[in-house]
């Protein structure tokens, strides 16, 4: 699992785009980056994965740059359930110990 | 499809009470996990199966035993529950796919040790 940084936290309001961006220097040839999504009291829920360029989905799009040492999670259009902790995961090989950091935890207000 | 189930929802425990805690995932996973989670703070892994037979610690695992079954179940037992073992137990599975894999959660357990 590479290292990876992202904000504490990050605040927005309803209908503002949200980018979370996450740094991973040491990301190996084959790793692939993920974001998981947790709302209080549940587990987290998968949102999106990419390995290069762009990936868009019905929740979120994930920006990856050609070098790969950071990606941008992009919330189009946030409403206050989007008010989560997001968790950016790098190079996660099931069998393997999977350690989550403490992730962004964005508010979004009204 | 289910997904992850995990059981019971709520427990509360007097401290020195044993219980366990079960997972299960009809989505033939290979590898399955726990994690506790206390309030306001982070995820933290308890220990780990990369398969049947097989079960690792992770960060945190004093206090607590886990068994794999089998392919879709994995346990954990408090053997003598303490009020610092009070928080949400989360399990999780994931198929080993070379790289792209997800893991998926089950809806948790809160116990609280009193």
């Known amino acids: 699992l590479a290292k990876t940084t992202q904000p504490i936290s990050m605040d927005s309001y309803e209908g503002q785009e949200v980018n979370i961006t996450c740094s991973h220097n040491n990301i190996a040839t084959n790793d692939y980056i993920t974001w998981y999504q947790q709302f209080p009291s549940q587990g987290p829920r998968f949102i999106i994965q990419g390995y290069k360029t762009k990936v868009t989905n019905e929740v979120a799009s994930l920006f990856i740059p050609a070098d790969r040492k950071s990606s941008t999670l992009s919330l189009p259009r946030v409403s206050l359930s989007d008010t989560a902790v997001y968790y950016c995961?790098?190079?996660?090989?099931?069998?393997?110990?999977?350690?989550f950091g403490k992730g962004t935890t964005l508010s979004v207000s009204s | 499809n289910a997904g992850v189930t995990q059981t019971p929802k709520f427990q509360v425990l007097k401290t020195g009470q044993s219980m366990t805690l079960q997972c299960a995932q009809d989505m033939n996973h290979n590898s399955m996990y726990w994690y506790r989670q206390d309030p306001g703070m982070g995820l933290r892994l308890i220990y780990y199966s990369a398969s049947e037979g097989t079960t690792d610690k992770g960060e945190v695992p004093n206090g607590y035993n886990v068994s794999r079954l089998n392919k879709r179940e994995f346990s954990l037992r408090l053997e003598s529950a303490a009020p610092s073992q009070t928080s949400v137990y989360f399990c999780?599975?994931?198929?080993?796919?070379?790289?792209?894999?997800?893991?998926?959660f089950g809806s948790g357990t809160q116990l609280s040790v009193l």
């Open positions: 999780a599975s994931s198929v080993n796919r070379g790289g792209n894999e997800k893991l998926f």
């Open positions: 995961l790098v190079g996660f090989k099931a069998g393997t110990a999977l350690i």
